[in-house]
């Protein structure tokens, strides 16, 4: 296998690494220089995300974290298996200083709501979607961002707005944004690992998300026809 070593973080059930895997399968074949998923790491023993993983028969590791005192540090961890990218897929461990300097540029995020306004440190879960209800704005949807050593604050991405529905609560726009983020995170992982994204010294983003106006995300639509309709934007 060819292209960039990509480290998936995850602290839960993995459904973004799911998503991930399922996508380079899908099209690694025809673009093998996109790279592929080398390690998933997780800051929990038992996370659902290693045994997805393992399943997958993807190397699996414990990286150190308040829940895994003992488990070596996450720089360590990377450095073994020669990472050139990582994911953050619902990881809840700050990610040390060490690895957003030496991994500028190359780490990414991904959060179910607009940034700066629904996250920071805390926001996570359910408790992002119920922030944006009370807001009365009219939409959410995932951002995939750079990571630095502040949670939600590097460089955005991409940002794919999702509507709020009459009567949604916590749980449907969960998982509303929830698919438009299975459909966007591995399309932009991707664009990372192909060198079609970039970020620069003063925090500017160049490359194929910069000022593009994406497919309105409309959720009667099948995920096969949403995802049809992305690929057509990022190929103009
Ligand atoms: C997603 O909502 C993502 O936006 C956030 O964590 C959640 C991870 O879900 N960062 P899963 O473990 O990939 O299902």
Do not use: C, K
């Not at 408790?127 to 944006?132: E, F």
């Amino acid at each position: 296998m060819s292209g960039a070593r990509i480290a998936v973080l995850a602290s839960g059930t993995g459904t973004n690494l799911q998503s991930l895997l399922a996508h380079f399968a899908e099209h690694g074949e025809s673009h093998p220089s996109a790279g592929h998923v080398a390690l998933v790491a997780s800051d929990r023993r038992g996370a659902g995300a290693l045994e997805r993983a393992a399943r997958a028969g993807i190397p699996i590791s414990v990286v150190r974290s308040p829940r895994a005192p003992d488990a070596p540090p996450l720089a360590e961890v990377l450095d073994a298996h020669r990472i050139d990218l990582v994911v953050l897929a619902g990881f809840l461990t700050l990610v040390p200083g060490d690895v957003t300097r030496a991994f500028a540029g190359r780490i990414v995020n991904v959060h179910p709501a607009p940034l700066p306004r629904f996250g920071g440190s805390g926001m996570y879960g359910l408790r992002v979607h119920r922030a944006v209800l009370a807001s009365g704005e009219p939409r959410s949807g995932p951002t995939v961002h750079f990571v630095d050593d502040v949670y939600d604050r590097g460089p955005a991405i991409a940002h794919w707005p999702v509507p709020l529905l009459a009567g949604d609560d916590d749980h449907a726009l969960a998982a509303r944004v929830l698919r438009a983020e299975h459909l966007l995170y591995p399309r932009v992982v991707a664009a990372l690992a192909a060198h079609r994204v970039r970020l620069h010294a003063d925090g500017r983003v160049s490359g194929q998300f910069a000022g593009r106006e994406l497919p309105r995300f409309d959720p009667a639509l099948p995920d096969s026809v949403l995802a049809h309709r992305l690929d057509e934007a990022l190929a103009r």
